[in-house]
C-alpha cells in the first residue's frame, strides 16, 4: 500500500480523495494555486505545496511543479481527480518515469480513449455496440454523402480530438451536409489542433446512459451498474441516477457485462465509465472515460462500495476489493450538481459564502469543499458541491431529495438550487420520462 498520496486537484473531489486516504492510513499531500490557501483540503492534508499562481495552465495543469511537490514530500502516488491532468497521457507517462504511481489506467489506454475515433474503433472490437457511421475520420464530401446516405439522415459530424461537448454539428439533410463538414472541422482545428471528423448517425430522443467499470490490470474487470445522465444542458450533466429508470435487470446485465468483459479483455486498470446512448431498447457507444466521475457517488450509494477505496487498492496492486458476484443493486440513488451560477441564466456567481447549512438525516450525502464565509475564487469550474440522496426506490429517494433540498441553504451568492427544487416537483422527472433534450426544452418554456 501507499504511504503518501499527492492529490492533484481542488474543491469537492479533492477533499473526497483526501477522506478516501485518511480511511486507509494514508498520508496526504495537497498541491494548490495562491487562489486555493484557505480551502478546505488544503486545511485538513497533512501536508500542502503552493504550485502556483491562480490561472490553472500555472497551476493545477503545471506538471513540473507537481512532480517537483511530490519528489519535495516523498509521495509515493498521486490521483488526479477529475478535469485538469486526469486524462492526459503525458502527465500518466511522466510520473511513471520518476517511479510515482498515477492513480488511473496506463498512458496508452488514456491515449487510446483520448482519441475519439480510435476510441470507437477499440470499442467495436471489444465487441461494445458503437453508434452507425464512418470507420475512421471522414475528409473527403463524396465519401461523406455516401456514408450519410447509407446510415440515413440526420447525421453528426464530430471532432475525433473533441470533448466537453464541443466540435460536434448536426446535418438534417445532404443539403447541409457539406457547411456541417466543414465547419466541424475548422472549428476542430481551431479549438483542438486537430481537424480529424467524423460521421454518425444522430439519434433524435436518446438517454445518455454510462456503465461504471473498473479493471485490475491483470486481466479481471467488473462493472458497477448504470447511471442515467440525460438531465443535461448544454451537454453539461445537471442531475445523475442509478439505476436508470429506463432500464430492466435483464437490460442492465446484459450491457453491464458485455462493458467488464471488455474492460477485461482490454487489460485495463483502475475505474472507468462506459458512456452510451440509449435509445429504443439499444446502446450505442459514444465515448469511454478513464478516470473518476464526478457523478461516482450514485453508484457508491446504491452498491456500498467506496469507488476511491478500490481506486488505491488497484494502483498499489493490491487488486479489486470484489469479484462481480459481490457487487449487489440497493436502492435508488439521485445527485444534483450544485454550482456557484445563476439558475436561470447559468452565468456565474463567485463571492462570499456568508451561510452554508447542508441537510442530514438517513440516506443524505454531501460532498462539497466549501464552508460559511468561504470566498469562490473566480478562476474555476463552478461546482460547489453534490447533494447525493438514497432510498429504498425512487419515490422513497424523490421524497427525501425534495425534504433535503429544503433544508440546504447557501446564502451570499446564487445557485442552482432552486432549479432542482423546481425538478423535484415536476411530472416527468417524478416518472423517470426525459431524454437528453429534456432539460434544455423546459429551460427554454421556462424563460
Ligand atoms: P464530448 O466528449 O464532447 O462530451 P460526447 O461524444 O460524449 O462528446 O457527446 C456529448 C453529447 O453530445 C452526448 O451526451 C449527446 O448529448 C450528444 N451526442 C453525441 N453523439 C451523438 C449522436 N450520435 N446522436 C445524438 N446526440 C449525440
Redesign the pocket.
Known amino acids: 500500500m501507499f504511504q503518501k498520496i499527492l492529490i492533484a486537484n481542488r474543491g469537492e473531489i479533492a477533499l473526497r480523495v483526501l477522506r478516501a486516504c485518511k480511511e486507509l492510513g494514508i498520508q496526504t499531500v495537497v498541491v494548490h494555486s495562491t487562489a486555493d490557501a484557505d480551502a478546505m483540503h488544503v486545511r485538513l492534508a497533512d501536508e500542502s505545496v503552493c504550485i502556483g499562481p491562480p490561472p490553472s495552465r500555472d497551476s493545477y495543469l503545471n506538471i513540473h511543479q507537481i512532480v517537483a511537490a511530490c519528489e519535495i514530500t516523498g509521495a509515493d502516488a498521486v490521483h488526479p481527480g477529475y478535469g485538469f491532468l486526469s486524462e492526459n497521457a503525458k502527465f500518466a507517462d511522466i510520473l511513471a518515469a520518476h517511479n510515482i504511481t498515477f492513480i488511473g489506467p496506463s498512458g496508452d489506454h488514456i491515449r487510446i480513449m483520448g482519441d ?1 475515433i480510435e476510441a470507437k474503433r477499440t470499442a467495436k472490437r471489444l465487441g461494445i455496440p458503437v ?1 452507425p ?1 464512418s470507420d475512421g475520420a471522414v475528409t473527403d464530401q463524396k465519401e461523406a454523402r455516401r456514408i450519410a446516405a447509407e446510415i440515413g439522415y440526420p ?2 459530424i ?2 475525433s480530438a ?7 454539428k ?1 446535418a438534417l439533410t445532404e443539403a447541409d451536409l457539406e457547411i456541417a463538414l466543414h465547419t466541424a472541422s475548422t472549428e476542430a482545428g481551431a479549438a483542438f489542433g486537430d481537424d480529424a471528423v467524423y460521421i ?5 430522443k ?1 438517454r ?1 446512459i454510462e456503465v461504471q467499470v473498473f479493471g485490475d490490470g491483470a486481466g479481471r474487470g467488473v462493472h458497477f451498474g448504470e447511471r442515467d ?1 440525460s438531465l ?1 444542458r448544454r ?1 453539461q450533466k445537471v442531475w445523475e441516477e442509478a439505476p436508470s429508470p429506463a432500464l430492466n435487470a435483464e437490460e442492465r446485465a446484459r450491457i453491464g457485462n458485455i462493458c467488464a468483459k471488455a474492460i477485461a479483455d482490454l487489460g485495463y486498470s483502475g475505474a472507468g465509465t462506459i ?1 452510451f ?1 440509449y435509445e429504443n431498447g439499444e446502446f ?1 457507444f ?2 469511454m472515460n478513464t478516470r473518476l466521475q464526478v457523478e461516482h457517488p450514485v453508484t457508491e450509494a446504491i452498491t456500498g462500495i467506496d469507488l476511491v477505496h478500490e481506486q488505491i487498492r488497484v494502483a498499489s496492486g493490491g487488486g479489486l476489493s470484489v469479484r462481480q458476484e459481490d457487487i449487489k443493486f440497493n436502492g435508488h440513488a439521485i445527485e444534483c450538481r450544485i454550482n456557484a451560477e445563476d439558475p436561470r441564466t447559468f452565468t456565474p456567481s463567485p463571492g462570499t459564502i456568508t451561510h452554508f447549512h447542508t441537510p442530514g438525516g438517513l440516506g443524505i450525502r454531501v460532498d462539497s469543499g466549501v464552508y460559511s464565509g468561504y470566498k469562490i475564487p473566480p478562476y474555476y469550474d463552478s461546482l460547489i458541491g453534490k447533494l447525493i440522496v438514497h432510498g429504498r426506490n425512487r419515490v422513497e429517494c424523490m421524497m427525501r431529495l425534495r425534504r433535503a433540498l429544503d433544508e440546504f441553504v447557501v446564502d451570499g451568492i446564487k445557485t442552482t438550487l432552486p432549479l432542482f427544487r423546481d425538478l423535484v416537483g415536476n411530472a416527468d422527472i417524478a416518472n423517470g420520462d426525459y431524454d ?2 429534456w432539460l434544455e426544452k423546459y429551460l427554454a418554456k421556462e424563460e
Open positions: 475519439k453508434v457511421g447525421v453528426i464530430k471532432a473533441g470533448g466537453g461537448g464541443r466540435g460536434m448536426v454518425e448517425k444522430y439519434l433524435e436518446p445518455h445522465c443535461q451537454h458512456e446512448l450505442y459514444i465515448e437528453i433534450h
